[in-house]
């Protein structure tokens, strides 16, 4: 039955019968097209704790419809997706029989128009998503750009505008941002790709519940990047330096720069290795303090063959501020191993062990501290 009705869409959106009066090698004015879409988050992205753990026929999904309209031979490109978010935290929050009627906090909607003049590309992007909805929830955004390309470099340039509490729930504070991004670009093929980035950000509040105090603040950020890929690794190293104003404290200055550093290594055709490093440092000028938070991370992913593999994550984070008040740090990692049992035409069985630790240490409050460590075993049947 869904797909009849996606087949009806398609009819009463594809293009009418050519005119007489053009000749048969002659390009279509336009094109339509309806499509489907799907979004699953990867396995690492979910909870490891069982009291968290959902079924896997009911995994944190969105599914919806594309639709997309090319005009004069890709010249000018509209796009207008709807989405649905489904499954979650949410799976076992029954509704009442006979109740049809949808969910907008799940609801996503996107309006897209792109246009190409020569080496200029132009366009404008519009976003809406309810507070349910799986990716980039309770978040509304409009934005027009542009981008100009000459042999390997690449100017970008956009303004826009975002804001959360997208019902306008008078309980929760709305943050309106407002910004503006220039970019600049720079690739040739067996160099390393320079990336440098301005934006210029303000941040204010327009639903102040009673009792939160209203926020406004201006930031000017300034960001480098280098990337290189080889045939077996690649790496990205970026740095950032931002000031902010927080123009409720007259003013008041505050300066942070955040340095990362990202790799992808595969010395084995079934191996691929992912460390990360990054440290973020905040300084407060109206108050003199000073916030540390350094991190690491990696990642390996093993694939023996088509039955077996093996994933295994790490990571530690720290923050400590010098007046004392924060001193926190952080350590997990998990592991799975997995059996591909047994595969037919008809069925799929699948084996996995499960294990997770993670431990957060709060050196000011230690009561706050948190440990935890699970297992798991699942065995999936899935017919096809």
């Known amino acids: 039955m869904p797909d009849q009705t996606l087949a009806k869409w398609s009819a009463l959106f594809s293009d009418p019968t050519p005119q007489t009066d053009l000749s048969p090698t002659s390009p279509a004015l336009y094109q339509t097209s309806l499509t489907s879409t799907y979004f699953a988050p990867p396995p690492t992205v979910i909870p490891t704790r069982l009291q968290n753990l959902t079924p896997e026929t009911e995994q944190p999904r969105a599914h919806g419809l594309l639709s997309s309209i090319n005009l004069l031979n890709g010249l000018l490109v509209t796009e207008a997706e709807m989405a649905k978010g489904e499954g979650g935290a949410t799976w076992l929050q029954n509704k009442i029989p006979g109740d049809t009627r ?9 309006l897209g128009i792109t246009g190409t003049a020569g080496s200029v590309r132009y366009g404008a992007l519009y976003r809406s998503a ?3 909805f799986l990716n980039g929830p309770d978040l509304a955004m409009r934005e027009v750009w542009g981008e100009w390309k000459s042999g390997q470099t690449t ?3 956009a303004i826009g505008q975002q804001w959360n509490n997208v019902t306008g729930d008078t309980t929760r504070m709305r943050l309106g941002q407002t910004y503006g991004r220039l970019g ?8 390393p790709e320079l990336m440098l980035t301005y934006s210029n950000t303000g941040i204010s509040s327009s639903v102040e519940p009673l009792g939160v105090a209203p926020q406004r603040n201006h930031t000017h950020t300034l960001e480098g990047a280098l990337a290189y890929a080889g045939t077996a690794w690649n790496a990205r190293l970026t740095s950032a330096y931002i000031l902010g104003s927080d123009l409720q404290r007259g003013g008041a200055e505050s300066t942070v720069r955040v340095q ?7 010395p084995l055709n079934t191996l691929t290795i992912s460390p990360m490093l990054g440290y973020r440092e905040e300084i ?11 991190s690491a991370s990696v990642a390996m992913q093993y694939r023996h063959n088509q039955c077996v593999w093996l994933s295994a994550t790490g990571n ?5 501020s010098n007046d004392g008040l924060i001193d926190t740090q952080q350590i997990g990692g998990k592991g799975i191993l997995a059996w591909d049992l047994q595969r037919s035409r008809a069925w799929a069985t699948l084996l996995s062990l499960e294990a997770g630790y993670n431990r957060l240490t709060n050196n000011v409050s230690p009561s706050a501290g948190v440990k935890d460590i699970s297992g798991l075993v699942k065995l999936i049947l899935a017919a096809y």
């Open 130 to 132: 309810g507070q349910a």
């Open 155 to 157: 100017l970008r340039s």
């Open 316 to 320: 530690y984070a720290s923050t400590r």
């Open 284 to 294: 407060q000028d109206w108050s003199g303090t000073r916030i540390d938070s350094p």
């Open 260 to 266: 990362t550093l990202t790799a992808a290594i595969r």
């Open 184 to 191: 600049l670009a720079w690739k040739s093929p067996g160099l």
């Open 102 to 110: 949808e969910d907008t906090a799940s609801q996503m909607l996107r």
